[in-house]
């Protein structure tokens, strides 16, 4: 007997979610076939409702139910400081920290020659734009701490520098060749007191 | 900031999925956020379609889009032989091999005092019943070959032979300690060639 078609059509999506294979794909849709009817009606429900009220803040493109999102709307927060990272993951463990006051940015990844990706498909011009325009000080270089992340930061530094504003890298603290997502607060916490003028 | 609701909704949910862990979740959900519109469309028109049309056969209880499923409806299968699997996904892996002509009997899991699955959880009551009414003679226990399955292999063995129908195991071939689910076709071929009275 074949798949019937309607487990097939799941697990053709469900497999190429990140870390998930075609083996696992099947046993999240046997899953799901399984689960209480609330609670798949209540999956599909999040889905839509995610996917229809979640958008990009215009600002630093952080992903949030309101453009600018709350963090931008903030009038108590450092206007002066931007805090670079990746992803809006990133910016939700960066903002666990009670003591950064500044604002922030999401580049949308890392530059990557292996995978393709370049400097025009990240938000470069729109963050090196919103340095000036905003007449930014400090902007605090958070991507990870892999070799794509050191590129990037070395990299926006450079432009940075180039337009007389301080460009500071998060300090020790962190692991080397981690992941910005996977740290503790405090090891974030660390890693601003700690950032240095790159 | 906290995380978006919408997506902490969704989060809730797949971190339960098998082999997903909340940072997992995590992932999941932001992709599903970032996909294609017309895919993460698909995917929640996958998922409603799948919970409006399965069904559990009432024959066999696999999944199918009709009841009685294919196999069950198929008049040129053996009537006399049922192939008992613990899940859906092991009944595809089974169904796979092309000179098993016999029909099926899915139980809907495994004996495991640990997680206080007794009999009472399975579907052994439907089980003995068809074998009685239907005249079975023989009842392949092809459930998984861990300590769950051959316990259960070894428990339904004793009630069958009480009814005096013959009843065997998958014979070599399957690795002990596996799960039938990720067989291949020749090793699970070989298994119902060499199949032994228990």
């Given at each position: 007997m074949n798949r019937p078609q309607a487990i097939e059509r799941m697990m053709q999506i469900i497999k190429h979610f990140p870390g998930?294979?075609?083996k696992m794909a099947e046993r999240i849709s046997y899953h799901i076939l399984r689960m209480p009817v609330e609670q798949s009606d209540a999956l599909v429900d999040a889905i839509m409702q995610a996917r229809s009220t979640m958008k990009y803040c215009s600002i630093c493109f952080n992903l949030s139910e309101s453009d600018p999102c709350p963090i931008c709307a903030d009038s108590d927060r450092d206007r002066k400081t931007i805090c670079v990272v990746e992803t809006p993951q990133d910016l939700i463990a960066?903002?666990?920290?009670?003591?950064y006051k500044g604002l922030y940015f999401v580049l949308g990844g890392?530059?990557?020659?292996l995978d393709a990706i370049g400097p025009q498909d990240l938000r470069i011009d729109s963050l090196l734009k919103?340095?000036?325009d905003e007449a930014i000080t400090e902007v605090i270089l958070a991507t990870d701490t892999d070799a794509k992340g050191e590129t990037t930061a070395l990299y926006l530094a450079q432009l940075i520098k180039e337009m007389h504003v301080k460009a500071t890298r998060l300090?020790?603290?962190l692991p080397v060749g981690g992941d910005i997502e996977?740290?503790?607060e405090i090891t974030?916490?660390?890693a601003i007191a700690g950032r240095k003028e790159m």
């Open positions: 998930v294979g075609p960066v903002s666990k920290v009670k003591d890392a530059l990557s020659p919103r340095i000036k300090g020790y603290g996977y740290a503790d974030i916490s660390r």
